[in-house]
């Protein structure tokens, strides 16, 4: 069988490209939910309109994302089962349960509130309706952490034992608590939820930006642009000290994948950072190598003399113990995607922190800038401090675009960590190779392949004009209704005391209706 | 009692929760074809499961968790093994869930026509094809002394497993009327109640079929009385509807639901999925099991979080038990 197309190949392939397309709408959720979780309760705080403008508008854009994490989320759960059942046979007794955890606290939460928001503006008094949202972001941050607790144990095991039964090994678990607290788990999930609060913030910032440029809506924007700014930021800082962390758990437990992250073929004490490298992976070595020295080291084990181990002596090591093979993953997919993951992060985090400059208060204020006060304040500096005005408007253009760079950075990082651990499902216990289904066929794992991607596809079209739809049309104005929330569970109109009015608020219009 | 076997009865309680509750979501999508009118009625149909559809299809991914969970062979042999079928009902799932949050998100005519074909298809096809799938199960598949599925895709599609399929489409395609009858006000609930007693007579049929078929295969005294609860429940939930009793007649089709599925799960105890080509290599509740520790903390788990999510899932329902009718349907809301 032509390796290209084993079942191995495409059911990684599938497991590739279904998991980094939900993982796009995963990290926009999670930071939106609880970015329109707090515009709301800034709204039933303040009473201040446009908070609740801007709870409708990012609550929207919100809505049309989840809707397709929730969606592809699915196709995670059951392709376990369908293309990697050995897998499934193995590590079901320890990786089920936190997939069942999931469901029955994090799953039944979120879609059940999220209709309660939906559908509940004119049925909830407006303090409850926000503790909805709420809910649905707690929900969104447990999911995510029952499902980094389970990826958590394929790149480091921890607590269980191999048993067999019926004449087959499987994993058995012996302490949940390490599975769902392991250093692993804690470290990977602040940087999965510290990466989600930097894209949520740059997709406000980013869309604010193109509102502020049109000079629409700004008030609502301008307090969005700040808040996703903020956000950003945060979350740029959070992402690097938990990357810092997480890179030296990794160096621990998986010597491989970093080493492979660095193209470092041989073990060097001090060890350097390399900034470009190309190489002839069959014969180990780089061709070409621009490095900074010391500084993986230090990266690594806080010590800039410290040794780090090599590809070729990590192999080696490997073979002796597991046997002969080769135990290194892709290593240009494994250099790359660290590079871009970290370049993407990267850029992203200059450009919010020269944003949050930028935007401080004294330029928003400043009074030659300003000619009412909703104005745009004029961010294409001139006279002492400013750029000219052409760059300047280059400036904004570009800056709205930069809002995808902190989501194109979690792919590639997802695709890091993942092919990083290879040719391990489980690290240093099970092979990708074993782990396959051994009863699906070539033919029916193309087809689902073909069948995912082409209506991933499809899907993303559908939704990127509906995002671009929505983004465009802006905050909606308010109506009545809107500002005058029920008071009392059950509305419309429950809040308006007397049973009189009940018969004709009984055929008002439902404030949301699919 | 022991562990795997309180799993395999809260598994079957998973089961009977998805199809009690997305049977009659499932049943409101075929009949936006069957029932509705016109645009506006579609979307008092639609509007009638509009804040429960996502909370109910949790079911089913806490049914595949949990069987992942608690019977890792069980979730491993199926998944594998109803390969194809089973990326149907994905495929329609995903369509589906997004069919709904999208088709008013656009005014325009085309586009609102296309997701309401998508709702349609996509809620007929995996009611089906449920059916089908614990039509075989029940019946058995081949599989082999590995545990693995060896059969093919043709294998699954036997004339019990269709009819099991049958079952399922128009049960919950009636259970979907009746619930229409029970959330709609005006012409649409008169009609939807008309179309209720139709299709609950043959519903009645089919279903009779099955199951005196599947009791006089693999039925004992205990799915002997399932069966007569969910037959009796069916017969109560046609005469309900036929005197205007739609609340009742709503609990007797979801009763017959969950007798019928409760009966599906009794034939095959011991067994989770029975081996046609030997019964030594069938998986049961023993030899597909995880270990008690695991299903320790999985009750506990259980214990915890069930009550909590039937108490919250049940006061959605209750937030939102206003009847619609078109009055309610606002033009301009998108």
Redesign the interface.
């Known amino acids: 069988m032509d390796l290209a197309l084993a079942p191995e190949t495409l059911a990684r392939w599938q497991f590739g490209i279904t998991t980094v397309y939900h993982f796009l709408f995963v990290p926009l959720t999670i930071s939106l939910a609880a970015l329109t979780a707090i515009l709301e309760t800034a709204w039933v705080r303040t009473g201040k309109e446009h908070y609740l403008r801007a709870t409708k508008f990012w609550g929207k854009l919100f809505?049309?994302n989840i809707?397709?994490g929730?969606?592809?989320g699915?196709?995670q759960?059951?392709q376990?089962?369908?293309?990697w059942?050995?897998y499934?046979?193995f590590?079901?007794?320890?990786?089920?349960?936190p997939?069942?955890?999931?469901?029955?606290?994090a799953?039944?939460f979120e879609?059940?509130?999220?209709?309660?928001w939906?559908?509940?503006w004119d049925?909830?008094p407006k303090k409850l309706h926000c503790a909805t949202i709420w809910i649905v972001s707690i929900g969104t941050v447990l999911s995510a952490y029952f499902i980094i607790a389970a990826n958590a144990f394929m790149q480091h095991p921890v607590g269980y034992k191999i048993?067999e039964r019926?004449g087959t090994k499987?994993a058995?678990?012996?302490d949940?608590a390490k599975v769902l607290f392991q250093e692993t788990t804690i470290v990977n999930f602040a940087h999965v939820i510290s990466a989600a609060i930097l894209v949520g913030g740059a997709f406000m910032t980013g869309i604010a930006i193109f509102h502020l440029r049109k000079k629409q809506h700004v008030r609502t924007m301008r307090m969005s642009m700040r808040l996703g700014l903020v956000t950003a930021f945060v979350g740029t800082l959070l992402t690097v000290i938990s990357a810092d962390t997480l890179g030296k758990v990794m160096y621990e437990q998986q010597p491989m994948k970093m080493s492979a992250a660095e193209a470092l073929w041989e073990t060097e004490k001090p060890a350097p950072f390399s900034l470009f490298a190309y190489g002839d992976v069959s014969k180990g070595h780089n061709d070409v190598a621009i490095e900074i020295p010391g500084i993986l080291s230090f990266l690594a084990k806080n010590n800039f003399n410290a040794e780090i181990p090599g590809i070729n002596d990590l192999n080696k090591e490997a073979q002796e113990k597991f046997g002969p093979g080769d135990y290194r993953p892709n290593i240009p997919t494994a250099y790359w995607s660290y590079r871009w993951m970290i370049g993407f992060g990267g850029v992203s985090m200059v450009l919010c922190t020269a944003g949050l400059w930028l935007t401080r208060k004294k330029f928003w204020l400043a009074p030659e800038h300003r000619t009412g006060a909703d104005d745009v304040p004029k961010l294409m500096l001139t006279k002492k401090r400013e750029l000219t005005p052409k760059l300047g408007k280059w400036w904004w253009r570009l800056s709205q675009w930069t809002l995808i760079f902190p989501l194109i950075g979690t792919a590639w990082g997802w695709i890091f960590t993942e092919t990083g651990r290879q040719p391990w499902v489980v690290y240093g216990v099970l092979r990708t190779e074993d782990a396959v289904?051994?009863?699906?066929s070539q033919g029916?794992v193309l087809?689902?392949l073909i069948?995912?991607t082409l209506?991933y596809a499809i899907?993303a079209v559908?939704e990127v004009k509906?995002l671009l739809?929505?983004i465009k049309k802006g905050p909606p104005e308010l109506t009545e209704a809107d500002l005058n929330p029920p008071t009392k569970?059950?509305g419309p109109g429950a809040g308006k005391g007397s049973d009189s009015d009940s018969d004709d608020d009984?055929?008002?219009?439902?404030a949301?209706?699919? | 009692m022991e562990l795997h076997d309180v799993w395999f009865v809260l598994i079957a309680v998973l089961w009977i929760g998805y199809f009690f509750l997305e049977g009659f979501d499932f049943g409101i999508g075929v009949l936006t074809k069957l029932l509705a009118r016109n645009r506006v009625e579609k979307r008092v149909l639609i509007n009638t499961i509009g804040p429960v559809w996502d909370g109910n299809e949790v079911w089913l991914l806490t049914a595949g968790g949990a069987t992942f969970a608690a019977f890792p062979e069980w979730y491993a042999t199926l998944f594998s093994g109803f390969y194809l079928p089973l990326l149907i009902i994905l495929i329609c799932l995903i369509v589906r869930g997004v069919a709904f949050e999208y088709r008013a998100k656009r005014p325009e005519e085309r586009w609102q026509t296309n997701w309401e074909h998508a709702i349609f298809w996509t809620s007929l096809i995996p009611a089906l094809l449920w059916g089908v799938a614990f039509g075989n199960i029940v019946r058995g598949v081949k599989i082999d002394a590995h545990k693995e599925y060896v059969g093919n895709f043709w294998d699954l599609l036997n004339p019990y497993a269709i009819l099991g399929g049958l079952v399922t489409l128009t049960l919950f395609t009636f259970h979907g009327a009746v619930f229409a009858s029970l959330k709609t006000v005006g012409d649409i609930r008169v009609r939807a109640r008309k179309m209720a007693l139709g299709l609950g007579l043959v519903t009645a049929v089919l279903a009779l079929g099955f199951l005196i078929w599947t009791q006089a295969d693999k039925g004992d005294g205990k799915s002997l009385i399932a069966m007569i609860v969910a037959v009796v429940a069916l017969v109560g939930a046609i005469a309900a509807i036929k005197i205007g009793r739609e609340g009742w007649s709503f609990a007797l089709s979801g009763i017959t639901i969950a007798a019928a599925v409760a009966m599906l799960f009794l034939t095959l105890f011991p067994n989770v999925m029975p081996s046609s080509l030997n019964e030594e290599w069938s998986l049961t509740v023993t030899n597909a099991s995880s270990s008690p520790y695991t299903l320790k903390i999985m009750t506990w788990c259980a214990g915890v979080a069930t009550p909590v999510v039937l108490l919250y899932q049940s006061w959605t329902y209750w937030v939102f038990r206003k009847r619609i009718g078109t009055q309610h349907i606002a033009d301009a809301a998108h």
């Open positions: 809505l049309i809707a397709m929730v969606v592809t699915i196709v759960e059951f376990f089962g369908m293309n059942s050995d499934s046979r590590v079901g007794d320890i990786f089920g349960a997939l069942a955890f999931e469901a029955l606290i799953f039944f879609s059940t509130f999220i209709g309660l939906i559908f509940g049925k909830l048993v019926d499987r058995e678990l012996t949940f289904s051994p009863g699906v029916e087809t689902s069948a995912f209506i899907l559908i509906l739809k929505y569970i059950g009984a055929d008002r219009p439902m949301f209706s699919y």
